[in-house]
């Protein structure tokens, strides 16, 4: 496996694989790598000839009171696991190589309006234009057949999706689904932040999704009865704050009232002082 740092060596690199015929497979991350990363790597790997994964913590994506400075990093723990699952090359530039002109100043960026505006656009503005200019430039930087991403951020693999669509690129998204701990914490970078009785508070948002598939399950198809049952439940939970529960449309992001079609029932739980989200999407 290859860690390259710089955005002319990866070029030339992909440029030859490419040339010797092979496809790639990309997997955009921001590191501190858990199993989630991985089933994104491995299935790459079955797929594609070639597997590039960028470990690049974003300071365009985080707001000013965010936690870019206390995001965890590891690069040499998280290449060995890159390695381990078979991964080519390691793409992991500084900050100065993806914004030689600064962050702050950016005179491009790229901006998918509506998508962004609920769920996770609501309490974190800019976030989402943070990062489609990223992986804009990660898509020109690396020119992937393929890119898998996580269905734990599915707004965000929504906003990708239509951006592709819209500018036409030339890039195939893939969604790969949520990797969860065996009592159902979906797995997350963030968790490492959480105490030992946030971890066990943290639960309340699987469990939530439970209680709507339930409901579900018995034939509850308005949309209001389902989000006031899981805020009632995760307002139970002392150390539980919700951001947001959305059921919108799985493809729009639409509000939903009456549900008919398949939805995304989606939530943002602060737990002490960590954002998680979940969701789970329900197909009908
Ligand atoms: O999902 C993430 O880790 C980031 O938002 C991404 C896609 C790597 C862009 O920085």
């Known amino acids: 496996m290859r860690i390259v740092n710089k955005v002319d060596q990866l070029k030339d690199v992909i440029r030859q694989l490419k040339l010797a015929g092979n496809t790639v ?32 913590v974003n300071p365009l994506q985080f707001g000013p009171t965010e936690d870019f400075a206390v995001y965890p990093r590891d690069l040499a723990r998280d290449s060995a696991m890159a390695e381990s699952v078979g991964v080519d090359i390691v ?18 960026v790229v901006d998918v309006s509506e998508l962004t505006e609920g769920l996770c656009g609501a309490s974190r503005p800019g976030h989402f234009r943070g990062v489609t200019t990223v992986v804009n430039k990660l898509f020109n930087i690396v020119e992937p057949d393929v ?69 579900l399950a018995e034939g509850e198809r308005n949309a209001d009865i389902i989000r006031s049952a899981m805020t009632k439940l995760i307002s139970d939970e002392p150390l539980a704050k919700i951001d947001y529960i959305a059921i919108n449309d799985a493809v729009t992001l639409a509000d939903v009232i009456n549900i008919e079609k398949p ?22």
Request: glycine share 6%; charged share 20%.
């Open 263 to 284: 939805v995304l029932i989606a939530l943002a739980v602060k737990i002490g002082k960590t954002r998680l989200i979940d969701n789970m999407v329900w197909e009908g």
């Open 147 to 215: 890119a898998y991403f996580g269905q734990k951020d599915a707004q965000q693999v929504a906003v990708i999706k239509q951006m592709v669509n819209d500018l036409n690129i030339n890039v195939k998204v893939v969604a790969v689904p949520i990797v969860r701990e065996s009592d159902g914490l979906a797995l997350s970078s963030r968790n490492v932040f959480l105490s030992k009785d946030e971890r066990q508070a943290a639960l309340i948002l699987s469990k939530s999704l439970k209680l709507a598939s339930t409901l």
């Open 91 to 108: 793409f992991a530039p500084e900050i100065e190589e993806m914004y030689p002109n600064g962050h702050s100043n950016l005179l491009t």
């Open 25 to 56: 497979g990309f997997v955009p991350t921001m590191g501190y790598l858990h199993e989630g990363h991985l089933s994104l790597m491995r299935q790459a790997k079955q797929e594609q000839d070639i597997v590039v994964v960028s470990i690049f």
